[in-house]
């Protein structure tokens, strides 16, 4: 249904700056939610970033004020803007897409793309 494909991750110094970048295709779908989770070593799945269709985004405390996300609904893509960086912030990144086909009757689904390596060294 979605395909997303993510680029952008990288390795870092401390207090440097990624731009994390994700674009969705495929056919007979609609976009809704889109954002981006981060997932370290042994820790459970986070959710960083998240923005609506409409613009409307939402971010973790810990990343507030430093990254921001956006996204262009023409051309289904979504991009994290990464400031600041820190150690913690050291993550396997995942864009993600919630979507409804357009085909009735609707069905809801979320979308993940593989994962991008993202690592801050101190």
């Known amino acids: 249904q979605v395909q997303l494909v993510e680029s952008g991750g990288g390795l870092v110094q401390a207090g440097g700056s990624l731009r994390l970048s994700c674009a969705a295709s495929g056919a007979g779908f609609r976009i809704n939610a889109m954002g981006w989770y981060r997932q370290a070593p042994g820790n459970q799945r986070e959710l960083v970033a998240s923005i609506t269709s409409g613009g409307s985004t939402n971010y973790a405390d810990s990343v507030k004020g430093r990254f921001t996300i956006s996204r262009d609904n023409i051309k289904n893509t979504v991009d994290l803007q990464m400031n600041n960086l820190k150690p913690e912030d050291t993550a396997v990144y995942y864009c993600?897409?919630?979507?409804?086909?357009?085909?009735?009757?609707?069905?809801?689904?979320?979308?993940w793309g593989q994962g991008t390596q993202v690592t801050v060294s101190s």
């Open positions: 993600y897409a919630d979507t409804s086909r357009l085909m009735f009757p609707p069905r809801s689904a979320q979308s």
